[in-house]
């Protein structure tokens, strides 16, 4: 075997935080330390700034107890940046690494992430200097191609699972309609996950709507008017991004939107789409009590809320990524694969341009032909992900007193 590429490791982490994005870094610091040619572990500060910036943290002089106690906490250790970097702001990126010694880059993050990443060793190659650079997957919208799944998902799964366990016992209790919009701009994994929040047959969920599915407001009347009839309540679950049949999102049929930082329409941060939906209800179907909630970025680092499941993934693709630099001398971006029917996993190294700025999307088996639920298949596919140990509901089981 050749001889180990000495150096320093560089480790970074970008865009939106998760419950779990902190066992990935801590996974990557461990691992790193392990390996006597490694020199120093240094963190980046508000990822790809804080290397321009040169602001880092020698990790190397972290204690493993803090590690392990930032591991279990949600949300960014590093802190995290939206920027997107391009080919000057990258060469940029390059400089710093080669003034500080750096040989091995991992970035904890999404597409655009993976995509960084891909300029960066491009850059590195060109000159011939020694730069192995490593994509880790996160992002709750469990959008990266090539995963089966992507930590971070897991657990804002189980968050939106156990929001619609208590709306439907809220729901139940004083009737109505009730409007959830969910994170999802283009993959309706997140909220397609709180299908399992039903345990008793009138349970909600009853519509769910996501963007792979072209809405149609007269559609979406006509399913809560049927739900509203059947059960007395209604209880939707609706992803941010869902878009008419020429692709627009119907939140720009309310009013002119924002963009963030890549020149998205910002979707996030605001309750405009769960008001018109609301607003449209009682105006089309004269309903009184209707109520809508936007989750928000609670769904991204609530506390006390995390997939055991996701936890022990999120660890693991951080080592592995070290594995693969170390041992194997390669770049690429770690995706995870489910191999057999009952849950297990297994990880993969695929090349950066087969991740970098591409998005995952549900496939048409996950989603009913009425386009306002999900399938069995579905079912199967989120349980496992979203960990042991969810919240019961339960219900008054007495016979009902007869009138005098």
């Given at each position: 075997m050749a001889e180990l590429l000495a150096g320093k490791v560089l480790v970074a982490q970008g865009g939106g935080p998760t419950a779990v994005i902190n066992q990935s870094l801590?996974?990557?610091?461990?691992?790193?330390?392990?390996?006597?040619?490694?020199?120093?572990?240094?963190?980046?500060?508000?990822?790809?700034?804080?290397?321009?910036?040169?602001?880092?943290?020698?990790?190397?002089?972290?204690?493993?107890?803090?590690?392990?106690?930032?591991?279990?906490?949600?949300?960014?250790?590093?802190l995290s940046t939206r920027d997107k970097p391009d080919r000057e702001y990258c060469q940029r990126m390059f400089g710093v690494l080669k003034r500080h010694g750096i040989h091995y880059f991992f970035y904890v993050g999404g597409n655009d992430s993976s995509d960084t990443l891909r300029i960066v060793n491009a850059e590195a190659e060109a000159v011939g200097y020694p730069l192995r650079c490593v994509h880790i997957p996160k992002t709750i919208d469990n959008d990266l191609v090539e995963n089966d799944h992507t930590p971070g998902?897991?657990?804002?799964?189980?968050?939106?699972?156990?929001?619609?366990?208590?709306?439907?016992?809220?729901?139940?209790?004083?009737?109505?309609?009730?409007?959830?919009?969910v994170m999802g701009r283009h993959a309706?994994?997140?909220?397609?996950?709180?299908?399992?929040?039903?345990?008793?047959?009138?349970?909600?969920?009853?519509?769910?709507?996501?963007?792979?599915?072209?809405?149609?407001?007269?559609?979406?009347?006509?399913?809560?008017?049927?739900?509203?009839?059947?059960?007395?309540?209604?209880?939707?679950?609706?992803?941010?991004?869902?878009?008419?049949?020429?692709?627009?999102?119907?939140?720009?049929?309310?009013?002119?939107?924002?963009?963030?930082?890549?020149?998205?329409?910002?979707?996030?941060?605001?309750?405009?789409?769960?008001?018109?939906?609301?607003?449209?209800?009682?105006?089309?179907?004269?309903?009184?009590?209707?109520?809508?909630?936007?989750?928000?970025?609670?769904?991204?680092?609530?506390?006390?809320?995390?997939?055991?499941?996701?936890a022990s993934e999120a660890r693991e693709v951080g080592e592995k990524a070290v594995q693969y630099a170390m041992w194997d001398d390669v770049d690429g971006s770690v995706v995870i694969r489910r191999p057999v029917v009952d849950y297990s996993v297994d990880y993969e190294l695929v090349p950066l341009a087969a991740v970098a700025g591409k998005t995952k999307h549900m496939a048409d088996e996950y989603l009913n032909a009425d386009g306002n639920g999900v399938t069995q298949a579905f079912h199967a596919y989120v349980r496992p992900l979203v960990g042991s140990g969810l919240p019961e509901t339960h219900r008054l089981r007495a016979p009902r007193v007869p009138k005098g």
């Open positions: 801590v996974g990557v610091v461990l691992e790193a330390r392990k390996f006597p040619h490694i020199h120093r572990v240094y963190g980046a500060v508000h990822g790809v700034r804080g290397i321009v910036d040169e602001d880092f943290l020698d990790l190397t002089r972290e204690t493993t107890h803090n590690l392990e106690q930032v591991a279990t906490t949600p949300s960014s250790a590093l998902f897991g657990s804002a799964a189980r968050f939106v699972v156990q929001s619609f366990r208590g709306i439907n016992l809220d729901n139940s209790a004083l009737r109505g309609v009730y409007v959830a919009v309706g994994f997140l909220t397609a996950s709180s299908c399992l929040a039903r345990k008793y047959p009138d349970d909600g969920p009853h519509l769910i709507y996501v963007p792979e599915r072209a809405f149609d407001v007269e559609r979406f009347l006509g399913d809560v008017d049927r739900t509203m009839k059947a059960y007395g309540r209604c209880i939707v679950a609706v992803s941010e991004g869902i878009s008419d049949r020429d692709g627009r999102p119907i939140m720009t049929t309310l009013k002119q939107m924002g963009q963030d930082a890549h020149g998205n329409v910002q979707l996030s941060g605001t309750g405009a789409l769960g008001d018109l939906l609301m607003d449209t209800i009682k105006e089309k179907l004269g309903i009184k009590r209707v109520r809508a909630d936007t989750f928000g970025y609670l769904q991204r680092s609530f506390l006390g809320c995390v997939s055991d499941r996701d």
